[in-house]
C-alpha cells in the first residue's frame, strides 16, 4: 500500500470531503442530497482543493519543502486556488445571471429546450480554507500512520 501512498491519500481526502459536503449540505438544506458525494463542484469544503493540497502536503512532508517535486505541486495548488476563487466562482455568478434573464424573457418556456445552469461551481474564502485544512490534515496523518 505505501507505493500508492501518493495516489491514496488524495482519494482518501476527497472522500472524507465529499461526506462532509454531503452531510452539511443534507443538513443546511434539512433533506439528503445523495447526488453531493459525487458532484464536487461548489460547496463546503472544497473537494478541489482538498485533493490538491493532500497530496502537496504528502510530498512536502515524505520528501521534502524544499524539493523540485514540492515546488511543482505547490505550484498547480496554486492554480487550483486561483480557479476554485476566481475562475469559477465568478462563472457560478454568471450563470445565475443568465438564468435569472431567461426566466424574466422566456418565463421557463420548457419548448426553448434551454436547461438551468448550474449556479454553484465555485468557493467562497471559508470554503476554500476549510479544503486547505482537510487536506493537510488527511496528509499529516497518512505521513505519521500509513
Known sequence: MKEYIYLLCPVVALIICQIIKFL???IKNKKLDF???????????SSH??????????IGYRIGFE????????IFTCITLYDALGVRWES?????????I???????DKKLGFKKL????????LEVLVGIFLGTT???LFNNFI
Request: charged letters at 15%.
Open 102 to 108: 431567461f426566466e424574466s424573457i422566456f418565463k421557463g
Open 118 to 125: 448550474k449556479e454553484q461551481l465555485g468557493h467562497e474564502p
Open 35 to 45: 447526488e453531493r458525494l459525487l458532484n464536487g463542484a461548489g460547496g463546503m469544503p
Open 67 to 74: 524539493t523540485p517535486i514540492f515546488a511543482v505541486s505547490l
Open 49 to 58: 482543493t482538498t485533493f490538491s493540497v493532500a497530496l502537496t502536503m504528502l
Open 92 to 100: 457560478g455568478k454568471q450563470a445565475m445571471a443568465i438564468n435569472l
Open 24 to 26: 452539511v449540505e443534507s
Open 138 to 140: 488527511v496528509a499529516f
